[in-house]
């Protein structure tokens, strides 16, 4: 199946490119509020109006750290004329969410949210290219974005999102740098730390000239919650560099590429180093096994001395092993709705023709369409 990816091509002020997402994405916006403020309390025990009132905090954070970002975030609540508390709460769903999937993830609650990403080095690689590669799994019902942005002081990017989040997850800049993330659950994850938003991160790694900035970027100070961030950047065909890393609300740890490749999925190689417990629940499980199933792919190839290629790195992306908790992630039928996830979009990124190839919906039933910064 084709079908084709939601585009939006942004320039001007930081405002007025936040007003333009809006506006050209209002339905879609709506759409992501009901979805979301329906699963904080479904999912997450989080009460409408508790929502607000932590957003409401978080907004202050936001104005304190990243003006720019605030503004952004000012523009797409004008654009969609959505109360800017809600939109704030749609960019940092991520502290609102894992905050409470670090407390009440210690019940047997059979939550199933993850993502598998891997990069290759480009000596591994069939023309040289580092290739960045992910599924990201999530709410089915959620609409996402490719955001096409010109930037006045700083490098253009180009980024997947969801509709109304400023910051976009997924993607590359200009300066050949690319992001690729997972969501990691620890026992430390705590909204109330009111430091830097994950998606704030985000927005400033994907403006960042170099790989060390973009690290930087993440280090910094403390973290709401953890994550995981696969950072690489290319400049010169046939050179490049690749770093995962693993960052708890005290604490990151550094992972290199293993034989020209590294992948990831939503858990912690080493937690003790980092200063806090995996949240077991059976969500573990699933990123276990498509952990040794990313591994056991690029083991069998880049790893074996065999090149890769587009359509390679598209196929890891497609494989069903342990379906349906496999990398390509389809919805578990015995569970109830509301915890029901699946691959919503495929990515695979090239850093040095800054060119992306996506899917909206299961990369298996849908057909890469190219982008191009």
């Known amino acids: 199946m084709k079908t084709k990816l939601p585009i939006l091509s942004l320039r001007g002020s930081t405002y007025q490119k936040g007003r333009k997402h809006g506006k050209r994405a209002r339905p879609e916006i709506e759409n992501n509020l009901e979805v979301y403020f329906r699963r904080f309390k479904s999912e997450t025990e989080l009460s409408h109006d508790l929502a607000i009132s932590r957003a409401a905090k978080f907004l202050e954070v936001i104005n304190r750290v990243s003006p720019e970002y605030a503004e952004t975030v000012k523009g797409v609540a004008d654009g969609s004329a959505q109360d800017i508390l809600d939109i704030t709460a749609l960019n940092v769903?991520?502290?609102?969410?894992?905050?409470?999937?670090?407390?009440?993830?210690?019940?047997?609650?059979?939550?199933?949210?993850?993502?598998?990403?891997?990069?290759?080095?480009?000596?591994?690689?069939?023309?040289?290219?580092?290739?960045?590669?992910?599924?990201?799994?999530?709410?089915?019902?959620?609409?996402?974005?490719?955001?096409?942005?010109?930037?006045?002081?700083?490098?253009?990017?180009?980024?997947?999102?969801?509709a109304g989040v400023v910051g976009g997850k997924i993607g590359l800049n200009s300066d050949g740098l690319g992001l690729l993330i997972n969501g990691i659950v620890s026992s430390k994850d705590d909204w109330a730390r009111l430091k830097k938003p994950f998606h704030v991160r985000c927005w400033e790694i994907l403006r960042s000239k170099t790989l060390a900035r973009a690290v930087k970027v993440i280090a910094q100070g403390q973290r709401n919650c953890s994550a995981n961030f696969i950072l690489g950047q290319q400049k010169a065909k046939g050179s490049g560099k690749v770093v995962d890393i693993e960052s708890a609300p005290d604490a990151v740890c550094e992972i290199g590429p293993d034989r020209g490749a590294v992948g990831h999925t939503n858990h912690f190689s080493n937690p003790k180093i980092l200063g806090v417990k995996q949240v077991v629940d059976e969500e573990r499980l699933s990123t276990i096994q498509r952990y040794r199933r990313i591994q056991k792919l690029l083991n069998e190839t880049v790893r074996k001395g065999h090149k890769l290629d587009l359509a390679g790195a598209q196929n890891m992306l497609r494989d069903h092993y342990g379906e349906p908790e496999s990398i390509c992630r389809h919805n578990n039928l015995n569970l109830p709705e509301y915890q029901r996830y699946e691959t919503a979009v495929s990515v695979v990124m090239d850093l040095y023709s800054k060119r992306l190839w996506a899917t909206i919906g299961s990369p298996c039933s849908t057909e890469y369409q190219p982008i191009t910064l």
């Open 93 to 162: 769903r991520y502290e609102l969410m894992y905050s409470q999937f670090s407390k009440i993830g210690l019940k047997p609650l059979p939550k199933t949210f993850g993502c598998t990403a891997f990069a290759t080095l480009p000596t591994t690689v069939e023309n040289g290219h580092l290739i960045m590669a992910q599924n990201w799994d999530w709410i089915p019902q959620v609409k996402g974005l490719f955001l096409k942005e010109r930037n006045e002081n700083g490098p253009d990017v180009l980024s997947f999102t969801e």
